[in-house]
């Protein structure tokens, strides 16, 4: 046994958690559409560039945040590793025109070259391995155009073994981002829009330095 225990094949975080959702796609998606995007982010909307600016959703899931950035007239490219919540999102917001881009933290390697006006990341980061978080928040930083803005939702609550969810350190993040070049402008918690009592979200938010 112990020969076939070092031939074993260490299967990376997020690719046990994009197992996960591709496996309850449709149940999943039917959770996060049961809430608005004006209710789930209610804390960033006044941040919010103007119309025709790119704006990038990172971890998209089931489109709603996507669809509805679409329909305030952005320039939207949408980030989901999950094939079966791209499916369901495709479906569920046909009507949207937003691009989709098969792509996860922490390269982001797929993307357009192009600065984005906004970046969303809501309930991506408690997914990351510890590890994966310095580089994403730098690539993160990379993508994003002087003087925009960065929105990180953060799951405030216990780990998840079972889909891959583990806590998130904030004065880390914070300091990672700092180290990226990024200003922390707000930080605010508050409940979950679902209801559940051992879950709060924490939004981070954070601008790029103008251009020199």
């Known amino acids: 046994m112990a020969g076939a225990a070092s031939t074993r094949v260490r299967v990376p975080q997020s690719q046990r958690s994009v197992s996960v959702y591709d496996g309850s796609a449709a149940r999943m998606a039917d959770l996060y559409e049961s809430t608005s995007f004006e209710q789930v982010h209610v804390d960033v909307l006044d941040l919010l560039p103007e119309a025709g600016s790119a704006v990038l959703d990172v971890g998209a899931g089931s489109g709603r945040d996507a669809a509805a950035l679409a329909d305030r007239g952005y320039v939207v490219t949408a980030v989901e590793p999950s094939a079966g919540l791209r499916r369901e999102a495709i479906v569920r917001h046909a009507s949207s025109d937003v691009q989709w881009v098969d792509d996860a933290l922490p390269k982001l390697s797929k993307l357009p070259e192009r600065a984005f006006a906004f970046i ?3 309930a991506v980061w408690m997914h990351l391995a510890p590890r994966d978080r ?4 730098r690539r993160l930083a990379q993508l994003l155009g002087p003087g925009r803005h960065l929105a990180i939702s953060v799951r405030v609550g216990p780990a998840d073994p079972t889909r891959s969810i583990r806590q998130v350190d904030i004065h880390s993040l914070e300091a990672a981002a700092r180290a990226a070049g990024l200003k922390s402008v707000r930080s605010l918690e508050r409940g979950d829009a679902l209801g559940r009592a051992t879950v709060r979200w924490h ?8 251009r020199a």
């Not at 310095?134 to 928040?137: D, E, K, Q, S």
């Not at 939004?203 to 790029?208: M, N, P, Q, Y």
């Open 134 to 137: 310095t580089p994403a928040i």
């Open 120 to 122: 969303l990341v809501s």
């Open 203 to 210: 939004t981070l938010v954070f601008r790029a330095p103008d």
